[in-house]
Every structure is written in structure tokens, then in C-alpha cells.
């Protein structure tokens, strides 16, 4: 063996380990993460906040009756408005929740810069005067009884004026059990939490737009979604925007309140994936390429070594996949144990994600996303 190759060898050995030593940190931070996790009470006080809850839905008729049955449920709200957003549907879907007593407005056509969900949820939060909290829920999400009061009561009791209960994100077929729980393990991996929390950088933000209560006043002076138009990211973009009008926010423990299925086969999975991660891991093109980069070296490689130093990288990833499972309602075991698999598919759809951005395919409901 020449010395070039020994030298070789040993920088590559000085790498992994510096893989390595980073995949056992952020195993650390997420049980850290996990430990901090703001968590809602299961028997929340009743609030006497005026509370309205918009449901943008396109298209929802298998869903909306479901979403809509759980409002109707909602305890310890005793001023709750449900404002059901019908943005263009072609089926059934604002009958069945006219049927169910919910007030259903017509969304008008985005305007040029807007995109449909933006759009949609700004028309139903207008004229909101009357209101001290707008809460944003997704057709496909099924609330518990006492989830809107126990939202609202860590939202009042912690000083903040926007929380995003995470929901129990229910995963059946392969695909949904390697990716889904990817969402809640990348931010309990990298956010620190009570920064992310105090601090009003809008780089530090988690949110997820399936569960969004804000304060009224607060949403009204960032701007509403008025503020995040174009973005396909709408939910992060409105907790930066409320961090830079001098509001705190921060991704909260839904699991007990909240549970969706958000994709049930590879297709529907692959597309709704495709259409945001462009700018879901880097902010940009090249960013979420160079996060993904990272993400291979970290998660994917340590373990095809063959190596001790990369069986501790393997096992480091599966603890904080584990972690966060764990703490966030997902299954565990033995789902953990394919972490680099699920992270390999995932930077897969980084990948075409970026290309339909980069040849305007983009496409989400019908509606071309654009360049």
C-alpha cells in the first residue's frame, strides 16, 4: 500500500467520523427537542376567546364531512365560528358542509401572484374584527374534542401568538411509513425549540399549516396571508412573517389533539411532496440540494461503509428517528430501523422536486405551481 493511499484511506476514516460524530449529536438534540416540546393539557380550560376556524377546501366532498363533524364536537369553545372556504371544488363539497350547518364561502379565483391556498385562507380570515383567534384546519385532519381550547390555552398561557399543533401523521403503505414521519424528525432533529421559540429570527421556524392557531391582532399586523401570497410554503411563511412583525411562534405537540393521512399511495404522495420541497429544506433550489447532500452524508452513507464507525452513524439516526416517533405519535419500531432508506427517498424527491421547479410542472390541485 503506497502512502498516498494510506492517506487516503485516513482522511476518509477522519470524515466518516466526523459523520458520524454529527449524526450522534443531533440524535442528542432531538431527545433534547423531545424533552422541550411544549405539550397541550388533555383537560384544557375552557377559554372565553371568540374563536374562528377556516377550512380552505378544494375538492374535499370524501373528506370535509369528517373535518367538519369534529369542529361540532370542540368543547370549551364557547364562541366558535366554523368558515368553511370552498376554493373552485368541482364536487360536492361546500353541499355536504352547508348540510352540516357550516358557513360556506365561494373563494374567488387567485389573483395573479397568489396561489390557491394563500388565497383561500386569506378570504376566510377577512373581515375577522369580531374575532380574537383564527385557527386554520385542513379538510383531511380529524380534531379531538378538546383540541381548538387546548390550542388556544398554550397560545395564551406561554405569551405566544402563533402555534402550530403538529398532527399525528397516520402512515399505512410503505412509501407513507419511509417519508411522512421525515417531516416532524427533520425540524425535532435541527430546531432548536425554545430559541427557535424566544427568538425573532424568521430563519428559526417550524410550522405546519394542516393546524395553525394565531392570534388575530398578530396575524393582522404580519401582514395575513396577504403577507405569504406566493408562497408554496404558506405556513412557515406566515410564522416568519408574524417573528418579523415582533410576534413568537413556535411547532407545538398536536399528536393528542390532532391526526391526518395526508397521502394514501406513491403517486399522491410523490406529487404532494414535489410540489413544496424546492424550498422546503434550503429556501431555494440550490439550497434544498445542498440540504439534501447533507442529509445523504449524514444518514445514508456512514451506514453502506460497512464499517464500527458507520454501524454507530446507523444506529445514531435510528435513535433520533426513534425519538421523535416516539414523542410525536408516530409508529416506532420497526419503521426507525429504514431511516436511511426513507432519507435516500426523500432526497429522491428533493431531486425531482427541484426539476419540476426548473421546468414550471409543477402542478397541486389542478393549478400549475409555476417557475
Given amino acids: 500500500m503506497t502512502t498516498r493511499t494510506r492517506g487516503r484511506r485516513g482522511v476518509g476514516r477522519q470524515v466518516l467520523r466526523g459523520l458520524v460524530a454529527v449524526d450522534v449529536a443531533l440524535a442528542?438534540?432531538?431527545?433534547?427537542?423531545?424533552?422541550?416540546?411544549?405539550?397541550?393539557?388533555?383537560?384544557?380550560?375552557?377559554?372565553?376567546?371568540?374563536?374562528?376556524?377556516?377550512?380552505?377546501?378544494?375538492?374535499?366532498?370524501?373528506?370535509?364531512?369528517?373535518?367538519?363533524?369534529?369542529?361540532?364536537?370542540?368543547?370549551?369553545?364557547?364562541?366558535?365560528?366554523?368558515?368553511?372556504?370552498?376554493?373552485?371544488?368541482?364536487?360536492?363539497?361546500?353541499?355536504?358542509?352547508?348540510?352540516?350547518?357550516?358557513?360556506?364561502?365561494?373563494?374567488?379565483?387567485?389573483?395573479?401572484?397568489?396561489?390557491?391556498?394563500?388565497?383561500?385562507?386569506?378570504?376566510?380570515?377577512?373581515?375577522?374584527?369580531?374575532?380574537?383567534?383564527?385557527?386554520f384546519v385542513d379538510a383531511d385532519v380529524r380534531l379531538a374534542p378538546h383540541a381548538?381550547?387546548?390550542?388556544?390555552?398554550?397560545?395564551?398561557?406561554?405569551?405566544?401568538?402563533?402555534?402550530?399543533?403538529?398532527?399525528?401523521?397516520?402512515?399505512?403503505?410503505?412509501?407513507?411509513?419511509?417519508?411522512?414521519?421525515?417531516?416532524?424528525?427533520?425540524?425535532?432533529?435541527?430546531?432548536?425549540?425554545?430559541?427557535?421559540?424566544?427568538?425573532?429570527?424568521?430563519?428559526?421556524?417550524?410550522?405546519?399549516?394542516?393546524?395553525?392557531?394565531?392570534?388575530?391582532?398578530?396575524?393582522?399586523?404580519?401582514g395575513g396571508h396577504g403577507a405569504v401570497r406566493d408562497e408554496v410554503l404558506e405556513d412557515i411563511a406566515l410564522l416568519r412573517a408574524v417573528k418579523r412583525a415582533g410576534g413568537r411562534g413556535v411547532v407545538v405537540d398536536g399528536s393528542t389533539l390532532a391526526a391526518t393521512r395526508m397521502y394514501e399511495d406513491w403517486p399522491a404522495l410523490a406529487a404532494g411532496y414535489e410540489k413544496s420541497l424546492w424550498a422546503a429544506l434550503g429556501g431555494s433550489p440550490a439550497g434544498s440540494l445542498a440540504a439534501a447532500a447533507a442529509l445523504t452524508a449524514l444518514h445514508v452513507v456512514p451506514p453502506l461503509t460497512g464499517t464500527r464507525a458507520g454501524l454507530v452513524g446507523y444506529l445514531a439516526g435510528v435513535a433520533g428517528r426513534a425519538v421523535t416517533a416516539r414523542r410525536t405519535g408516530g409508529r416506532v419500531w420497526p419503521d426507525s430501523l429504514a431511516h436511511p432508506l426513507g432519507v435516500a427517498v426523500l432526497d429522491l424527491l428533493v431531486v425531482r422536486s427541484v426539476l419540476g421547479r426548473h421546468r414550471g410542472t409543477l402542478r397541486w390541485r389542478g393549478r400549475t405551481l409555476g417557475r
Fill in 28 to 135: 442528542v438534540h432531538a431527545a433534547v427537542n423531545g424533552a422541550l416540546l411544549r405539550t397541550p393539557a388533555a383537560d384544557p380550560p375552557a377559554t372565553d376567546d371568540r374563536v374562528r376556524v377556516v377550512v380552505p377546501a378544494r375538492d374535499e366532498a370524501h373528506q370535509i364531512g369528517g373535518c367538519l363533524d369534529a369542529l361540532a364536537a370542540q368543547t370549551g369553545v364557547a364562541h366558535l365560528q366554523v368558515v368553511v372556504v370552498d376554493d373552485g371544488s368541482t364536487d360536492s363539497t361546500a353541499d355536504l358542509a352547508r348540510d352540516r350547518g357550516a358557513t360556506v364561502l365561494p373563494a374567488d379565483p387567485p389573483r395573479d401572484g397568489w396561489l390557491g391556498k394563500p388565497n383561500a385562507c386569506a378570504q376566510g380570515a377577512a373581515g375577522a374584527a369580531d374575532v380574537d383567534v383564527l385557527v
Fill in 148 to 222: 381548538v381550547a387546548a390550542a388556544v390555552h398554550l397560545l395564551r398561557a406561554h405569551d405566544l401568538d402563533l402555534v402550530s399543533p403538529w398532527p399525528r401523521q397516520l402512515a399505512v403503505t410503505p412509501a407513507e411509513r419511509l417519508v411522512q414521519p421525515l417531516q416532524q424528525w427533520l425540524w425535532a432533529t435541527l430546531l432548536p425549540l425554545r430559541a427557535a421559540e424566544r427568538s425573532p429570527r424568521p430563519s428559526l421556524a417550524a410550522a405546519n399549516g394542516q393546524f395553525l392557531v394565531v392570534d388575530r391582532a398578530a396575524y393582522e399586523r404580519a
